[in-house]
């Protein structure tokens, strides 16, 4: 029976054009893969089924590691009865996108169905690109090839149409209520992959650009039915859900001459802006469909076609090392401003000190400001101590640094003038700057010894890590100074509310007497 059985599925699967079948004791195992000659950016469904009566199954796994990535599975199950035996049929069906061309080896899958392993081979795919047509051709560019950090770039989707006269054409090339699709991953798919973010919305995007005479573009994945934002009167044209007309979208159009071949050239730009360093990949663009040419001086419709753009890439980089200064902080900035500040104007040695750096600045990145090692300064380490860690903390206004240190040293001191470099994101050259010295006043304190002082800070000993030992700090603020007191309890409330009476008497009677 079991034979009879495998046989049968084996015929089965023969018949729909799966791949070769694994059988167990209880079921046999599946695997197709559709289209198998897709072009590069179409999806490719792989389906994997097991038949058979075991309820105990595990997940498929692919067994070729170098396999593309994988989206899904959606999971189905179906049952049947026959010759009162229950059998269920369990499919798993994922889906990938080859984006090279070439022969993509998909390998083998597996499961385990009560403990036994069923294995299926996927048939290989024939990634190549569609047949070289006269009548159009798209390609996609970068206002730069490299960006810096939360730079704004755009990115131009230029669809080229052959003009039917062989010069400037009035009317567009594109047959009416016949419009080619585009497929835009960018804007209406799952977006670029890197480090990167739209510099627009997609609503608005959809809203410039609709075609209210319904000559231009449709683009997949955008779709419009009774509930059509941009077009009320939808309804009132038949264009319900069981007679829709998706939305047409026209975008700018120029004439363009190239070896004496003249073309419409139809535009699409949108802003971008990089978030950090990396490589941004814009997915191809692809179009399908027909457009009208001319044939013995007679405008006529094309045979469908389809044609697809490279991938985009734009590499996000840091400035260059060429002419790189030693103080550089990694800023991008039009313009730098460095302001230092302390916490005191006067103190006693050993006293602990918070040191304020702020940056700010015209177009200041705060992500790229790194902490300056304002100690490296033979001249702020001579007459100052670190310690603690420094605390940085970023907002519109820039970014501040806060540094702790102590006075070694008594007298009227400085913190020095520091240099900072940045990089000009709008000359592209790097600019350095300056901060202003930061007097200070040190009272001096008997017996100081600083070895001792932070060395009582650094294990605990010796009381306030901010406070010298032995010695009164000149800024020590006690944190419970400004606290107000707390509001009487209840019950403290209502023994007062009932003691005052006898107490006002009391005091009259007195009062009264005298």
Excluded at 334 to 362: I, K, V, Y
């Amino acid at each position: 029976m079991r034979k009879a059985r495998f046989f049968e599925l084996f015929w089965l699967g023969c018949a729909l054009g799966f791949a070769p079948v694994s059988a167990g004791a209880d079921g046999v195992l599946t695997a197709d893969v559709s289209p198998r000659r897709p072009i590069p950016g179409d999806p490719v469904r792989i389906s994997v089924v097991y038949q058979g009566g075991e309820n105990n199954l595990s997940n498929p796994v692919f067994e070729n590691e170098v396999l593309p990535e994988l989206q899904g599975p959606s999971v189905s199950r179906n049952y049947s009865s026959f010759n009162g035996m229950v059998e269920q049929s369990v499919s798993w069906v994922y889906s990938l996108i080859p984006e090279g061309t070439g022969t993509v080896s998909l390998g083998s899958v597996r499961l385990t169905a009560g403990g036994e392993t069923l294995r299926a081979q996927l048939p290989e795919l024939f990634v190549a690109l569609p047949p070289p047509q006269p009548w159009v051709r798209l390609s996609l560019e970068s206002s730069a090839a490299e960006v810096l950090v939360e730079e704004d770039f755009t990115v131009s989707l230029h669809v080229d149409v052959l003009s039917p006269t062989g010069t400037v054409f009035a009317a567009a090339p594109l047959v009416p209520r016949e419009p080619p699709m585009l497929r835009l991953p960018h804007v209406a798919g799952n977006g670029p992959v890197g480090p990167v973010m739209p510099a627009f919305a997609v609503s608005d995007w959809l809203g410039e650009h609709r075609a209210r005479d319904g000559v231009g573009f449709t683009v997949e994945n955008v779709t419009a039915g009774a509930s059509d934002p941009f077009d009320p009167f939808s309804l009132l044209r038949g264009n319900s859900l069981f007679n829709r007309e998706d939305p047409v979208f026209s975008f700018p159009a120029t004439n363009l001459t190239e070896n004496g071949t003249a073309w419409i050239r139809y535009t699409l730009t949108t802003p971008w802006r990089s978030t950090g360093e990396g490589t941004i990949r814009f997915p191809p663009v692809r179009l399908r469909g027909h457009v009208v040419t001319e044939e013995t001086g007679e405008p006529v419709r094309t045979p469908d076609f389809t044609v697809l753009t490279e991938p985009l890439m734009v590499r996000v980089v840091p400035p260059p090392e060429a002419g790189r200064p030693a103080s550089f902080i990694g800023a991008l900035s039009r313009t730098l401003q460095a302001e230092l500040a302390l916490n005191a104007q006067t103190c006693r040695q050993g006293d602990p000190l918070e040191l304020t750096l702020t940056f700010s600045g015209a177009g200041l990145v705060p992500s790229t400001v790194r902490e300056p090692d304002l100690f490296a300064d033979p001249a702020l380490s001579a007459a100052f101590r670190a310690y603690g860690n420094v605390t940085r903390t970023a907002d519109t206004k820039g970014v501040r640094f806060v540094y702790r240190l102590r006075p070694l040293e008594a007298g009227t001191l400085e913190i020095p003038s520091f240099p900072f470099a940045f990089f000009n994101t709008q000359t592209r050259a790097y600019e350095e700057i300056r901060s202003a010295p930061v007097p200070i006043r040190v009272d001096p304190v008997a017996d100081f010894n600083a070895d001792s002082l932070f060395a009582a800070s650094a294990t605990g000993n010796g009381g306030d890590a901010d406070t010298p030992a032995g010695a009164p700090s000149g800024i020590t603020v006690r944190p419970d100074a400004a606290q107000p007191r707390p509001p009487l309890t209840t019950p403290a409330r209502a023994l007062l509310i009932l003691l005052l009476p006898p107490l006002a008497a009391g005091v009259a009677g007195v009062w009264h007497r005298t």
